[in-house]
């Protein structure tokens, strides 16, 4: 049987070295991601031998992540089913790539059914393409960008440090007020999530940056390496009445990350109109498709 325990802080130098060699480019094979969200999902891990596998609950019941790493994923694919079953619970396999939907079913023909919501595809750029945000379809983002300067000639990045994470941590506080109306449950988990992140955020590794104007946070962003070349993107948050915070919060973090990585995560969109529309205008260089496996 596999033996789940509650994720820690002490399970990242091991779970790293597994998560970083996966093929996957989804957010949920960063460290980061299962760590800052394990209150509001109960995240667990179980490792055995060089593999890993993760599981947690949602509203709907018990999710697995797919099994990852070197060794015998057959063997991982029947130690989750019985898992699954000595619990009571339905198998499910949640975030799979195309190429694990593959490897699921070679290993076990017949065995999963599989289906898939858009609502959990991560938008994956160019880092580059961000950064300079060049040609006539970016042109309203530069527009955009042009209005904050010219409204804020005063206005800085500064990279998050431990001097100035707290200041991140009121500004958020202040955005929950304006904001928890939209959509109260989804964003109240959040704000678990970005709390656990700004508490462990030196010890998780996180890079991100802040933008200034009039002296006063109005923009930040911050995440983590999800492999060699990608980073993801955990968090951006911006005063929505203040025109350009967004778009120049995540050109400024591009024109940072573009020299270490080639890609940006910027997670899924959960099917928010408002927000698929905004990440869609950004045009992914992929739009990362994930698949659901269950079986009884």
């Keep these: 049987m596999l033996e789940f325990h509650p994720i820690t802080l002490a399970d990242k130098p091991r779970a790293e070295k597994i998560l970083y060699a996966t093929e996957n ?6 460290f980061g991601t299962l760590y800052i969200w394990r209150n509001v999902y109960k995240t667990k891990l179980a490792f055995h031998g060089d593999m890993l596998v993760a ?19 057959a063997q991982m694919l029947r130690l989750v089913i019985a898992d699954a079953r000595a619990e009571g619970n339905r198998v499910v ?20 059914k599989f289906s898939a919501d858009d609502s959990s595809f991560d938008y994956i750029y160019s880092a580059e393409k961000l950064a300079t945000l060049s040609g006539k379809k970016y042109h309203g983002k530069r527009n955009h960008i ?10 800085a990045f500064e990279e998050i440090t431990p001097e100035n994470l707290g200041k991140c941590a009121s500004m958020n506080e ?14 109240s988990a959040e704000h678990n999530a970005l709390n656990s992140a700004i508490a462990d955020y030196e010890a998780l590794g996180f890079y991100g940056g802040l933008i200034k104007a009039g002296g006063e946070i109005v923009a930040f962003s911050f995440g983590e390496k999800l492999k060699d070349g990608i980073f993801c ?12 915070a967004y778009p120049i ?22 099917g928010a109109p408002g927000l698929r529309k905004a990440k869609q205008s950004y045009y992914p260089e992929i739009w990362l498709e994930k698949f659901t496996a269950e079986c009884d």
């Design 233 to 244: 993107t955990h968090f951006e948050k911006a005063y929505a009445t203040v025109q350009g």
């Design 146 to 155: 042009s209005a904050f300067i010219r409204n804020n000639p005063d206005w």
């Design 55 to 73: 599981k947690y609950v949602t509203q709907h019941g018990t999710v697995y992540c797919c099994p990852t790493g070197e060794g015998d994923f």
């Design 249 to 270: 919060i995540n050109r400024e973090m591009a024109v940072r990350l573009k020299g270490d990585y080639e890609l940006i995560n910027r997670e899924e969109d959960t």
């Design 25 to 30: 480019m989804g957010c949920e094979y960063c």
């Design 93 to 112: 396999i949640g975030g799979c790539s195309a190429a694990e939907k593959e490897k699921i079913e070679a290993a076990m023909p017949g065995v999963f």
């Design 174 to 187: 202040r955005w929950l007020m304006l904001n928890e109306y939209k959509d109260e449950s989804a964003i």
